[in-house]
């Protein structure tokens, strides 16, 4: 089949996130303004969507229930996990041949980004004349060349809040409150805990990023610390924190552990870290009352729990990816830069120089304890959780005098 420049497919890959589908939105929709687009398709449950040609047409949609699907959390095509192989990227690049796709967009995070390229090569090799872009978006906020990614603040807006509320349950009835943060390699969403603190002794009082050695015995006894000194303890740890050997810790407490699709240990969707720790506080430290709980899925699309900011840049990233692809010479990956105090613009950078790799926490970011985040950290994270963040007061008791003594 001859192509067909003016047909566009685009593809969700990856976990779903609160924006995802702002980007989605803001292809259909920049796409439909150029001249000479006929039609925007989309692939069902991303990249097996593509070789099974599951396709939907997107032009058909109106731009009124675009607008209301841009502001539901989740994946609107739907979504998968599979890592494409060089064999698998050619049965892409073939389905998109024979369709006449023009311009391919990815939604998703670095593997995303991977597939993106060896199909662009795929192309490069066949002559054929298809502009390949990838769309980021990742909650962990680990692609290089970005400042963010799209889905990064909402989720950290929502675990900001879900410590500042636990932290006023733990407040009520202390003991310890130990909750699991997903991040395998990069701890940004972990971190993010941090910024539901509002006096100097809430909670988290301790924080285990991936980006640092985790000893167990220094763990418990920072625990015992912390719970000296407050009469309670709130500790946000990352669900990849590891030993010295890069290990997982959750691999060496828990016998069984089931494996994901790229046979790495399962971490998120499951609350064996949590509850490990927490019997080894137990058990070791005699404290009674200690509570373990594991985020989890919860994290990712949760509905009303969405930064404004995060909306915005993820509707710019789509637009700006079919700009780049209809105005530019080149394959690439939309990246976001911030400029100012608080602003941003947005390049196209190669897709090698995003694809396959994965960016961690800055030392900066770290408290030389390992269990803190810095005031940079939170300058750096404060205007990406948006407006109208919740607050929490507290009672300024004016003590009675005891007539008993008691």
């Excluded at 209301?68 to 095509?77: C, E, F, M, Q, Y």
């Excluded at 410590?163 to 130990?178: C, K, M, R």
Aim: net charge negative.
């Amino acid at each position: 089949m001859s192509t067909t420049p003016g047909k566009i497919l685009v593809a969700q890959g990856g976990g779903p996130t609160a924006v995802i589908n702002q980007s989605l939105v803001g292809v259909v929709l920049e796409a439909r303004r150029h001249r000479g687009i006929e039609r925007v398709y989309g692939a069902r449950h991303g990249v097996r969507g593509i070789v099974n040609e599951d396709f939907v047409d997107l032009t058909q949609e109106t731009s009124h229930n675009l607008e209301l699907v841009a502001g539901t959390p989740a994946s609107a095509l739907g979504s998968t996990r599979d890592k494409p192989d060089l064999k698998y990227c050619h049965e892409i690049f073939t389905v998109l041949q024979a369709h006449g796709i023009g311009h391919f967009f990815y939604i998703g995070g670095n593997d995303s980004s991977d597939t993106v390229r060896i199909v662009a090569e795929e192309a490069a090799k066949a002559s054929y004349p298809l502009r390949c872009i990838h769309i980021p978006k990742t909650i962990d906020n680990d692609l290089v060349a970005n400042d963010h990614t799209p889905g990064f603040p909402s989720a950290a807006r929502f675990v900001a809040q879900a410590f500042a509320g636990a932290n006023l349950d733990n407040a009520a009835l202390p003991g310890v409150y130990l909750a699991v943060v997903m991040g395998r390699h990069a701890g940004f969403l972990t971190a993010a805990s941090a910024l539901g603190k509002k006096f100097p002794d809430d909670g988290p009082h301790l924080i285990y990023l991936p980006e640092r050695t985790f000893e167990l015995d220094r763990f418990l006894a920072d625990v015992k610390l912390m719970h000296e000194r407050h009469g309670r303890c709130v500790i946000a740890v990352s669900e990849g924190i590891h030993d010295a050997s890069g290990q997982p810790i959750a691999a060496q407490l828990a016998k069984d552990l089931e494996h994901d699709a790229h046979g790495n240990v399962q971490l998120s969707g499951s609350g064996a870290l949590a509850d490990l720790l927490c019997e080894e506080i137990k058990a070791r430290l005699g404290i009674k009352r200690v509570r373990g709980d594991t985020l989890g899925y919860l994290q990712r699309s949760f509905v009303g729990c969405v930064s404004d900011v995060d909306q915005r840049e993820a509707r710019e990233v789509g637009e700006k990816a079919v700009q780049f692809a209809m105005w530019g010479e080149r394959n690439g990956s939309v990246a976001i830069k911030r400029t100012g105090f608080y602003s941003v613009d947005y390049e196209l950078v190669p897709l090698e120089d995003v694809a396959g790799k994965t960016r961690v926490m800055d030392d900066a970011f770290i408290s030389p304890s390992g269990t803190d985040v810095t005031d940079a950290f939170r300058l750096y994270l404060r205007p990406l959780l948006g407006s109208g963040m919740p607050d929490a007061y507290r009672l300024r008791p004016a003590p009675v005098a005891k007539v008993l003594g008691r």
